[in-house]
């Protein structure tokens, strides 16, 4: 079974950084493509960014690309979300996801058949 876990989440200032993780357990990240997600609160689940079970190619969403940037670790089994220069509208719950067949890394959430439990974001002052 593909299980996945995130962290990191938290509280940040506007402009400021944090860093999540998405941990894998039962199956190696590399061989998978893994997307992320967020969902703010009313709204609909927006993916955010994925990175290439080969390539390893990342891909970002209008709304964050520059500021966010997705990689992996293999060794550890990981991979991780930078947000640097973050602002209100990224507020939100944070997942990342995969699938038992390919994703294709695709933005549409039904693709995607395993989630992580979701990490909290909030950008406040």
């Known amino acids: 079974q593909l299980m996945l876990a995130e962290s990191g989440g938290g509280l940040a200032q506007p402009v400021g950084s944090l860093r999540l993780t998405c941990a894998a357990s039962g199956f190696a990240l590399s061989d998978y493509d893994i997307g992320w997600f967020r969902q703010a609160p009313g709204k609909e689940r927006e993916w955010i960014s994925c990175?290439?079970?080969?390539?390893?190619?990342?891909i970002y969403a209008a709304s964050v690309k520059g500021r966010f940037t997705i990689s992996r670790d293999s060794p550890k089994n990981t991979v991780s979300l930078q947000m640097n220069g973050l602002k209100s509208e990224d507020t939100g719950v944070y997942s990342c996801?995969?699938?038992?067949?390919?994703?294709?890394?695709?933005?549409?959430?039904?693709?995607?058949?395993?989630w992580g439990q979701g990490t909290q974001v909030t950008v406040s002052s």
């Open positions: 996801a995969t699938g038992s067949t390919d994703v294709f890394c695709s933005i549409k959430p039904s693709i995607y058949t395993n």
């Open positions: 990175i290439k079970r080969l390539s390893s190619t990342s």
